[in-house]
T-cell receptor, first 112, second 113 residues
Framework: SQQGEEDPQALSIQEGENATMNCSYK?????LQWYRQNSGRGLVHLIL?????REKHSGRLRVTLDTSKKSSSLLITASRAADTASYFC????????????FGEGTQLTVNP | NAGVTQTPKFQVLKTGQSMTLQCAQD?????MYWYRQDPGMGLRLIYY???????DKGEVPNGYNVSRLNKREFSLRLESAAPSQTSVYFC????????????FGPGTRLTVL
């Protein structure tokens, strides 16, 4: 079963708008990661947020983590057509040596 | 640094044929992984190697075998390919096993007829 589940499955916005994607998970975690996958390519790591952090920024990306609700959100501000990709959250089971589990992803389309 | 490389990029097999997917990383990472990605299913872990000399089953290991040849290389073998193994296969590596950032290869698109 998937540890992380993204919402929405698909999101279409206009260039310049903000895009928000959400991830929910079931068990306690050490950290939560977000990855991007351009069509036909491998996944690329975007940002990692630890369980004791509530918010993290990287350029136009803002990630929040609410461990009480077991959820995270990824905000992309001032989106560009080049941001069109699938976005995945990845979580672990919170135990030593546990492996990452990836959700099914959100397909983001940014229209020029 | 090339990062994580995979060969081949594309492959078409007939049912029952065998093949090996190759993966190599030049980042001196200890852990390596094989995933498959199917439409609407996200990534599913097939096998992983937490460190050189060890391999373990992931979520969907049936029909596959792996070899951690050395610290750099981790291969995935399909002994008798089936149409259900049509998928995109990704290799990844990380500094250590666990909730660590993973670095992905470009993938191998496999079709089994």
């Amino acid at each position: 079963s998937q540890q992380g589940e993204e919402d929405p499955q698909a999101l279409s916005i206009q260039e310049g708008e903000n895009a928000t994607m959400n991830c929910s998970y079931k068990t306690s975690i050490n950290n939560l990661q977000w990855y991007r996958q351009n069509s036909g390519r491998g996944l690329v790591h975007l940002i990692l947020i630890r369980s004791n952090e509530r918010e993290k920024h990287s350029g136009r990306l803002r990630v929040t983590l609410d461990t009480s609700k077991k959820s995270s959100s990824l905000l992309i501000t001032a989106s560009r057509a080049a941001d069109t990709a699938s976005y995945f959250c990845a979580t672990d089971a919170g135990t030593s040596g546990s492996r990452l589990t990836f959700g099914e992803g959100t397909q983001l389309t940014v229209n020029p | 640094n090339a990062g994580v490389t995979q060969t081949p990029k594309f492959q078409v097999l007939k049912t029952g044929q065998s093949m090996t997917l190759q993966c190599a990383q030049d980042m001196n990472h200890n852990s390596m992984y094989w995933y498959r990605q199917d439409p609407g299913m996200g990534l599913r872990l097939i096998y992983y190697s937490a460190s050189e000399g060890t391999t373990d089953k992931g979520e969907v290991p049936n029909g596959y075998n792996v070899s951690r040849l050395n610290k750099r290389e981790f291969s995935l073998r399909l002994e008798s390919a089936a149409p259900s193994q049509t998928s995109v296969y990704f290799c990844a590596s990380s500094v250590r096993h666990g909730p660590d950032t993973q670095y992905f290869g470009p993938g191998t698109r496999l079709t089994v007829l």
